[in-house]
């Protein structure tokens, strides 16, 4: 399994010879001037929620390749109703897609679509696939909730937002991998404007006197699990 940062909270992940998009807001983020949309070829394109940091580039990339898009029932109606393809899930739920199984998980949040059009509730998701489990929390406050995952699952990873103001800062990340029970954090959701821009230096610092790993990855740059 292999995962690469595209800025923000957008990822590709690359499992059983599929692409999975994750959250791709690429093309208006300065930030990630060194990815060209064009060279990506997703098969699916998953959606935590409707905001447009987070759905901005999913029409364009969708269409370059048919990819199906998954993530809620509004959101996946929302694009399916345009004439994509589109796999609907909802909260506790989960499908064996042909790179594995993806479980549809709850988020503190907010979720709406630019144009005002409601996008159902807003969530994350658990993909199990090449033996490896990665726990994508999408915009989140801390919350209980996930001390449900490791009743179920063992993570590899977590991908969780650390930027504050619109999500959990450093601090409750921390908890949160407590929850999750997994030290091996890839941040996201941090720095791309004024709101969230954060020390880097000291979260990872923060992290390692927790005995946590946080990995906080060039726009561009793959790890391999």
Do not use: R
Not at 77 to 105: A, E, I, L
């Amino acid at each position: 399994m292999k995962i690469t940062f595209l800025g923000h909270a957008s990822l590709q992940l690359e499992i059983k010879g599929k692409t999975i998009i994750v959250d791709p807001f690429i093309s208006a983020n300065p930030k990630a001037s060194n990815i060209d949309l064009n060279t990506i070829q997703p098969d699916y394109i998953l959606i935590t929620h409707a905001h447009q940091d987070h759905i901005l580039d999913v029409e364009v990339l969708a269409k370059q390749k048919n990819a199906t898009i998954v993530s809620n029932w509004e959101i996946a109606t929302y694009y399916g109703n345009k004439g994509f393809t589109s796999h609907p899930m909802n909260h506790g739920g989960s499908w064996n897609f042909d790179f594995g199984k993806v479980t549809y998980t709850n988020a503190v949040h907010s979720s709406s679509f630019p144009d005002g059009t409601y996008g159902g509730n807003p969530g994350g998701f658990i993909i199990q696939g090449e033996h490896k489990t990665i726990y994508i929390s999408g915009d989140t406050a801390l919350t209980f909730d996930m001390q449900l995952i490791p009743k179920k699952v063992q993570l590899d990873i977590a991908i969780l937002p650390i930027g504050d103001n619109f999500t959990m800062d450093v601090d409750d990340a921390i908890i949160a991998s407590d929850f999750v029970q997994c030290d091996k954090v890839l941040g996201v959701h941090y720095d791309t404007f004024g709101y969230i821009e954060i020390d880097k230096e000291a979260a990872i610092k923060k992290f390692f006197d927790a005995g946590k790993d946080l990995m906080l990855l060039a726009i561009g740059e793959s790890i391999e699990l």
